[in-house]
């Protein structure tokens, strides 16, 4: 799947848009950080999916998608920040809320300067804001300016390439997990792909020396003309054969990214029809959490459950999925994790809200 050339993402932002740190909701302004068009790339992806891909144009790429970034409409919500605005090829213009949450990124940038400073001490609590200046273009104008706030960050795509299936059927099929909200795009693993993803996972959890398991996870991306809808199929999970593992990391190596990308192209070319792509990845927490150690937390042993586990994204997994699926909205990173009993969990996460969030997904039945 080779690159196209280059694009730009048009994005008009307000003219003085910056996160503001503060020691406290009421203290003073300690740093002033600007928001830069790229700080908004995962969010912009995130609005092309559910506000123009989910709303049937499956067709208009990103780069082709005018945004704008507004205040955040009136009844939005205590914790929303800003409002990002799409103007649709049929001229209708629907609006996603993000809360600031979702520029942590810019926040931490501003952070060695206020330490190098000392103002701030090592584990100095924070508070930040978005402090939006200006007034962002009326109603009727363009949505994204021909002069003075749009910026401009240059993309690489790929175009998009759907199986065209009908939807319910498979939802009538499917086994669900976790509990879906109205911004999970429907993801579908094949019974045998997720077998093979926990499987993998397992085997680095149950080693003598646990290690961190894992691989890629291969797939389609669906389309419902009836429905006007796409979702995830993900048909295979690849483990990785060479990759550098301690019980804290996995690192794949050059060896690995050849032989994912032999069988990616060999699979493409058996199976045109499928328009196979990479979606994701998958592995193993083989560690308790912090509190699982020596003895466990007090309350271990009168407590019937227990909701502390390994399961999550950290920061490293966080990275590794924006330099590799950066302006990819649907792509996926499955988790298995351990409880301090060490019972195994399993979560899937998607991008929402501009984090790495825990999401439901369908397990389909392998066909006879």
Same mark, same amino acid.
């Given at each position: 799947m080779a690159p196209t050339p280059a694009s730009l993402l048009h994005l008009a932002l307000p003219p003085e848009a910056a996160v503001t740190i503060r020691t406290s909701a009421d203290g003073p302004v300690l740093a002033r950080e600007a928001v830069r068009p790229a700080d908004l790339a995962d969010v912009a992806a995130e609005v092309w999916l559910q506000c123009c891909l989910r709303r049937g144009f499956p067709d208009v790429p990103l780069s082709?998608?005018?945004?704008?970034?507004?205040?955040?409409?009136?009844?939005?919500?205590?914790?929303?920040?800003?409002?990002?605005?799409?103007?649709?090829?049929?001229? !209708?213009?629907?609006? /996603?809320?993000?809360?600031? !949450?979702?520029?942590?990124?810019?926040?931490?940038?501003?952070?060695?300067?206020?330490?190098?400073?000392?103002?701030?001490?090592? !584990?100095?609590?924070?508070?930040?804001? +978005?402090?939006?200046?200006?007034?962002?273009?009326?109603?009727?104008?363009?949505?994204?300016?021909?002069?003075?706030?749009?910026g401009s960050v240059t993309l690489r795509t790929v175009p998009l390439a759907?199986?065209?299936?009908p939807l319910a059927p +498979?939802?009538? /099929?499917?086994?669900?997990?976790?509990a879906p909200t109205p911004q999970d795009l429907p993801v579908f693993f094949s019974q045998s792909a997720l077998t093979r993803a926990l499987e993998t996972a397992a085997g680095g959890i149950g080693a003598d020396s646990p290690v961190e398991a894992g691989g890629v996870l291969l797939g389609s991306l669906g389309w419902c003309s009836e429905a006007r809808e796409c979702f995830v199929l993900v048909r295979d999970a690849l483990e990785v054969q060479e990759p550098e593992q301690t019980q804290f990391s996995l690192t794949f190596s050059s060896h690995d990214w050849a032989q994912v990308s032999a069988i990616l192209t060999a699979r493409q070319a058996a199976e045109p029809g499928d328009h196979l792509r990479l979606l994701g990845q998958f592995h193993a927490h083989p560690f308790r959490p912090a509190d699982g150690v020596e003895g466990g937390c007090e309350q271990c042993p009168k407590t019937s459950s227990c909701d502390l586990h390994s399961a999550f994204m950290s920061s490293d997994d966080q990275l590794w999925m924006q330099a590799h699926y950066r302006r990819q909205p649907w792509a996926l990173s499955l988790i298995v994790g351990l409880t301090p009993r060490r019972t195994v969990v399993t979560q899937l996460f998607g991008l929402r809200d501009g984090r790495w969030q825990s999401r439901s997904f369908h397990v389909l039945p392998d066909a006879p």
């Open positions: 082709g998608l005018p945004l704008r970034m507004l205040p955040p409409r009136d009844g939005a919500g205590a914790d929303a920040s800003y409002d990002l605005e799409a103007l649709l090829p049929n001229g !209708h213009r629907p609006r /996603q809320t993000f809360s600031v !949450h979702s520029l942590s990124q810019v926040a931490r940038r501003a952070l060695p300067a206020l330490l190098a400073s000392g103002a701030f001490a090592e !584990h100095t609590k924070c508070v930040y804001e +978005l402090a939006m200046q200006g007034e962002p273009s009326a109603p009727g104008a363009p949505a994204v300016p021909a002069t003075g706030t749009t759907f199986v065209r299936r +498979l939802r009538a /099929q499917a086994r669900e997990v976790g």
